[in-house]
T-cell receptor, first 115, second 115 residues
Framework: GAGVSQSPSNKVTEKGKDVELRCDPISGHTALYWYRQSLGQGLEFLIYFQGNSAPDKSGLPSDRFSAERTGGSVSTLTIQRTQQEDSAVYLC?????????????FGPGTRLLVL | AQSVAQPEDQVNVAEGNPLTVKCTYSVSGNPYLFWYVQYPNRGLQFLLKYITGDNLVKGSYGFEAEFNKSQTSFHLKKPSALVSDSALYFCAVRDMEAAGNKLTFGGGTRVLVKP
């Protein structure tokens, strides 16, 4: 079956512009996660959505970052007023929410370059 | 708090030889433990996980890992490495008793298998 998909695969933007990154989770997965992978920081958790519960935003690095998940499926990560330090690969993952089986499956990522 | 350490930035091994990638973790409660592999310009691919039960876990592509509670380790192993195993490997942990569902990743270990 289809895995997690993300778009765009690559995004180049100018400092100060806003960007939107999209994630389509695996069908039927109720949990969705965003992570950031950068050279200096490794893999960092950003935000977690589970069903209709309030999202866990504890990993968002600043108020320039926000995310939403519409209809319990597709999610959009928005970065406002991008900075060069936002350059990274943004990874989305999804999982079922079953006790004992919460394996997260990752998409291919969006590579963001802020000039 | 939860954390993961992968003490080796890179592991070099000859094709056909055993491969070991080390991982130690720290959690307050009991751990969920995962190994992921990342090929160049790709997302993270799930290899195996430990949730409960047998300490020796078998996963994809002939990989296995042994959960050792006393040493808080979850080393990844493969009896006979292939050149195609050359990639970046990540260990990850989630505290079963912690709220939320975020994974904490190690810094990654690059594996280079030489023919």
């Amino acid at each position: 079956g289809a895995g997690v998909s993300q778009s765009p695969s690559n995004k180049v933007t100018e400092k100060g512009k806003d960007v939107e990154l999209r994630c389509d989770p695996i069908s039927g997965h109720t949990a969705l996660y965003w992570y950031r992978q950068s050279l200096g920081q490794g893999l960092e958790f950003l935000i977690y959505f589970q069903g209709n519960s309030a999202p866990d935003k504890s990993g968002l690095p600043s108020d320039r970052f926000s995310a939403e998940r519409t209809g319990g499926s597709v999610s959009t990560l928005t970065i406002q007023r991008t900075q060069q330090e936002d350059s990274a690969v943004y990874l989305c993952a999804s999982s079922l929410k079953l006790a004992g089986d919460e394996t997260q499956y990752f998409g291919p990522g969006t590579r963001l370059l802020v000039l | 708090a939860q954390s993961v350490a992968q003490p080796e930035d890179q592991v070099n091994v000859a094709e056909g030889n055993p491969l070991t990638v080390k991982c130690t973790y720290s959690v307050s409660g009991n751990p969920y433990l995962f190994w992921y592999v990342q090929y160049p310009n790709r997302g993270l691919q799930f290899l195996l996980k430990y949730i409960t039960g047998d300490n020796l876990v078998k996963g994809s592509y002939g990989f296995e890992a042994e959960f050792n509670k006393s040493q808080t380790s979850f080393h990844l192993k493969k009896p006979s490495a292939l050149v195609s195993d050359s990639a970046l490997y990540f260990c990850a942990v989630r505290d079963m008793e912690a709220a939320g569902n975020k994974l904490t990743f190690g810094g990654g270990t690059r594996v280079l298998v030489k023919p």
